[in-house]
């Protein structure tokens, strides 16, 4: 049984005309931690690598286009979007075509808040699993397929300063669309490592000296119990299923998330954000 326990039925939502893909450009520099391999991240097996990622919304749009290591491939504003990008001094590092609210709205499902930013852009690299310092957190998704759920991870990620995200090229939502619109441009933020195998992936931060702790509620101890250290891998699996069976096994320690409430289960994204500050807490990062 996993850590949650409502079975995630809800199905990832895709924009009606842009299937795959995940851009901040201007004003202040941007680090990215780590190396970049050249590889385009978190693709699914039937990507195109040199298809574009689709990103819409005022934070998901602004972040890419602060991101130098984002190539932005054309940029679609309505007019208030665009007088809002001048008057706060984004550059728009492309020429953007200037369109009303419903050219946009056409392009995307009917519930996508655009607030008037559409960009096509390029995947950001997904560096090797070889190039992580041996340093802070980790979070390793084991198949959380529901792009709203994985983008809330991403943006919890990032206010705590995580590292990276593992998660597999298959079973795992595009880093377009939907995900991009709920992680708030944290996708420019925290790397993205995809995997063809999580549990290899699992063993070889084992062999880097990372504490890899998965995530069930038929953990032997409560997280809070677990003597956690730097650096530490927090690996999350799907609602409904949760960790598979080699993940569990490949893990040097599975925990339990122990509620005093009524309700014993989290969504994963919840979850998530609570074992990062648990985890934080307990590595001093909270300072």
Request: with cysteine; proline share 7%; glycine share 8%.
């Amino acid at each position: 049984m996993p850590y949650s326990g409502a079975r995630d039925t809800s199905e990832p939502m895709k924009d009606r005309k842009f299937g795959p893909k995940g851009p901040r450009g201007g004003a202040k520099p941007f680090k990215r931690p780590g190396k970049s391999a050249g590889r385009p991240a978190w693709r699914d097996r039937d990507s195109h690598a040199d298809g574009p990622v689709i990103l819409y919304g005022w934070h998901t749009v602004t972040m890419a286009l602060a991101n130098p290591e984002r190539r932005i491939r054309k940029l679609t504003l309505t007019e208030n979007a665009a007088r809002r990008l001048a008057d706060e001094n984004i550059e728009t590092r492309v020429a953007p075509e200037i369109v009303r609210p419903q050219e946009i709205d056409r392009l995307l499902s009917p519930d996508a808040v655009h607030q008037g930013l559409l960009a096509e852009a390029d995947p950001l690299p997904s560096p090797d699993i070889e190039t992580l310092k041996q340093e802070g957190m980790v979070l390793v998704l084991d198949q959380i397929t529901d792009p709203h759920n994985v983008g809330a991870i991403l943006r919890s990620a990032a206010a705590f300063a995580v590292k990276a995200i593992v998660t597999t090229a298959r079973h795992s939502p595009e880093a377009t669309g939907v995900l991009a619109k709920a992680a708030s441009g944290a996708l420019e933020l925290v790397p993205m490592i995809t995997v063809q195998n999580l549990a290899r992936a699992l063993t070889a931060l084992n062999e880097r000296g990372f504490q890899t702790v998965g995530l069930d509620s038929e953990g032997s101890e409560d997280l809070s119990d677990v003597a956690l250290r730097a650096p530490l891998a927090l690996v999350l699996g799907a609602e409904g299923k949760g960790l598979r069976q080699l993940t569990r096994e490949t893990c040097s320690v599975v925990a339990r998330l122990d509620m005093p409430g009524e309700i014993k289960s989290l969504n994963v994204s919840n979850a998530a954000v609570l074992s990062l500050y648990v985890g934080a807490s307990r590595l001093g990062l909270m300072k």
